[in-house]
């Protein structure tokens, strides 16, 4: 049990870091620069997608979806909120000082691109047959067509 929260604060952790890296980018190299400022955003929450979707490949193959999908959406929302809510202070800023557009639009691109990452790397290792379904049913398969057949005496 111990092992799944240090996993899910890992992980949490990483995508916050991601953020901190973008807001140290934009705030170094493109302070004034509205369309550089969006530009690093949008990049940022295509990383963080990447990421998730790398995670959810690897993490399909070993375990069931009722493993992997509570901790990768807790990781997620715990790095959304650190984000959201914390990394404004890394900039400089609070988290409410572009407006609650600005805010709410962060938390629609966060929440997007966590989702489509996160469907993206099921999707590929389900494709691939390299899910935890496919490999039970493949290693079921070759069990049963691997055993001698019974005979059945009368």
Request: charged content about 15%; aromatic content about 12%; cysteine-free.
């Amino acid at each position: 049990m111990r092992q799944r929260w240090v996993r899910i604060v890992w992980l949490a952790a990483a995508l916050f870091a991601i953020n901190v890296i973008a807001r140290l980018v934009i705030r170094i190299g493109f302070h004034d620069n509205d369309t550089a400022e969006n530009r690093v955003s949008i990049i940022m929450f295509a990383v963080i997608g990447i990421v998730l979707a790398i995670v959810t490949f690897v993490r399909a193959q070993r375990v069931p979806p009722s493993t992997w999908l509570p901790e990768l959406g807790a990781a997620a929302l715990a790095g959304m909120l650190l984000t959201i809510l914390v990394g404004p202070f890394v900039s400089g800023d609070s988290p409410f000082a572009g407006g609650a557009g600005n805010f709410f639009s962060q938390v629609w691109l966060y929440g997007g691109f966590a989702i489509v990452g996160t469907l993206l790397g099921y999707w590929i290792a389900t494709m691939l047959g390299r899910d935890y379904r496919s490999r039970s049913l493949a290693a079921f398969a070759r069990a049963k067509t691997t055993k001698p057949r019974r005979v059945v005496r009368r």
